[in-house]
T-cell receptor, first 114, second 113 residues
Framework: DQQVKQNSPSLSVQEGRISILNCDYT??????FLWYKKYPAEGPTFLIS?????DKNEDGRFTVFLNKSAKHLSLHIVPSQPGDSAVYFC?????????????FGEGTQLTVNP | DGGITQSPKYLFRKEGQNVTLSCEQN?????MYWYRQDPGQGLRLIYY???????QKGDIAEGYSVSREKKESFPLTVTSAQKNPTAFYLC????????????FGPGTRLTVL
């Protein structure tokens, strides 16, 4: 049972344009959502998060949007840069019921072309 | 310089042998986690520990064992009972005050021949 799904295995965009990565979840108990970025043969690094009481969180070029009714979140990167090329993982937690556990999606490989 | 270390970076073992992967953190984090990453499957939770001397099974604990004798250390043993041990293994830690943000180590690539 895949509770967090990233349906696009890959995404390719031009430098300077917007990148939009999507994530869907099924567990209505999830109350905190995170995005991680991962380069090959390295550990993921935290990018940005959002609590279920918000619908938007912005940090520089990165913005995460949460649509609770649709159980959908997205990560917008604008403008995209070649250094953004990496695998992006969406993750979710249900802090009241599962404590500190995170459930990850399958990841989306973003390629930003110069 | 705080962080999480995993050693070694690359590990090769013969089939049927147990192997222990190291994970150490000096962030004073309470909770620690082990994940494995396989192509196209994201990160799957093996075991986690929220306090010293306590740990819980994750989603794919069969064939693995852990211990948490010290706050700083959370070693993972891949036993011969694990049917597909070749994978990229990631250790993470978290402070309860960080609202779910886990910090990851650099990973260990285990190849069983």
């Amino acid at each position: 049972d895949q509770q967090v799904k990233q349906n696009s295995p890959s995404l390719s965009v031009q430098e300077g344009r917007i990148s939009i990565l999507n994530c869907d979840y099924t567990n209505s108990m999830f109350d905190y959502f995170l995005w991680y970025k991962k380069y090959p043969a390295e550990g993921p690094t935290f990018l940005i998060s959002i609590s279920s009481i918000k619908d938007k969180n912005e940090d520089g070029r990165f913005t995460v949007f949460l649509n609770k009714s649709a159980k959908h979140l997205s990560l917008h990167i604008v403008p995209s840069q070649p250094g953004d090329s990496a695998v992006y993982f969406c993750a979710a937690s249900a802090r009241e019921t599962s404590g500190s556990r995170l459930t990850f999606g399958e990841g989306t490989q973003l390629t930003v072309n110069p | 310089d705080g962080g999480i270390t995993q050693s070694p970076k690359y590990l090769f073992r013969k089939e049927g042998q147990n192997v222990t992967l190291s994970c150490e953190q000096n962030l004073n984090h309470d909770a620690m986690y082990w994940y494995r990453q396989d192509p196209g499957q994201g990160l799957r939770l093996i075991y986690y520990s929220q306090i010293v001397n306590d740990f819980q099974k994750g989603d794919i604990a069969e064939g693995y064992s852990v211990s948490r004798e010290k706050k700083e250390s959370f070693p993972l043993t891949v036993t011969s009972a694990q049917k597909n041990p070749t994978a990229f293994y990631l250790c993470a830690s978290m402070n309860w005050g960080n609202l779910g943000e886990q910090f990851f180590g650099p990973g260990t690539r285990l190849t069983v021949l």
